[in-house]
């Protein structure tokens, strides 16, 4: 392969963020029958609120949800909520009409498109080819929920991606065991948080699982991928992977992967849930003394003196 083709074809600033959020969210059953599993809350703001400020801070003015009929929820949170609003205004409650409004701010839209059948990761990601069009995009998954005291993640994988022209995808190391979980890389050695990633298989068992570097919710792609996608065939699960576009993309273009600074919660678990809403608690400005007054009250109720 010529260096030519792995050089990048451009170096612009993503403005286009995708939430994939069409699938059913079985793991959050009875809940997920009526509530999408992105508008699930930590403390006040659904999962998908904290994507979509990341996606905002990192520079993205156009969202685009790709969801399907049984999402409206999602939806109607992003519409303006008019009598709300007025309610709000007559009564002088300032700071939760703030608050209301932010939800998306100005100069910011969203975007839905509908996904018919959930056919997989990588079908949904392709659902958004004619709204991206051909630029750079994130790619978000919004269970996966990243908490950084400095930059949000994608804000830290936008820059690169500027900087070197090239897709970036969001890693952790998981314990060898858990490798069936996601989608695994490989890479050349890393500096500076990013190794050029060399190969990537959608959730091998841990004795053929490349390296335990893990992907992460958070992808910068390079618009090449939708192509790639259209020629994608089912694989894992009988989904259309976007792990297996990206397996392709490698032959063409740099794809880096990154380890993000930040705490990442699987909010798409039960526990990564209860784990996220405790640390957000905690941190909590006004919450938090309460918050772990009630946790030590709890473990002593329980007889619980120290966790091993
Ligand atoms: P998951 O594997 O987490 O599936 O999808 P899920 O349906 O959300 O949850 P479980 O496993 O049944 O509990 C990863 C991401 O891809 C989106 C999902 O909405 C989620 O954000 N997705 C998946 C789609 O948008 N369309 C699909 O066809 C499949």
Redesign the pocket.
Known sequence: MSSDSMSPITSRRIRKAV???????????PV?KTVP??MLPIIDKPLIQYAVDEAIEAGCDTLIF???RYKHAIADYFDKAYELEHKLEKSGKTEMLELVRNVLPDGVRAIFVT?A?????G??VLCAKAVVGDEPFAVM???DLIWSRGPGALAQMADVAERDGSSVIAVQQVPREQTASYGIVATDAFSDRCGRITGIVEKPEPDVAPSTLAVV?RYVLDPRIFALLETTKPGKGG??QLTDAIAALLAERTVNAYRFEGTRFDC?THLGLIEATIRFALDHEVLSEHARRSMQAALDELGVEDLP
């Open positions: 939430f994939p959020v069409a699938g059913f969210g079985t793991r959050f059953l997920t599993k992105e790709i969801t399907n996904q059948e959930a056919l997989g990761l079908h949904a998954l919004p269970d919710g989904e259309i798409g």
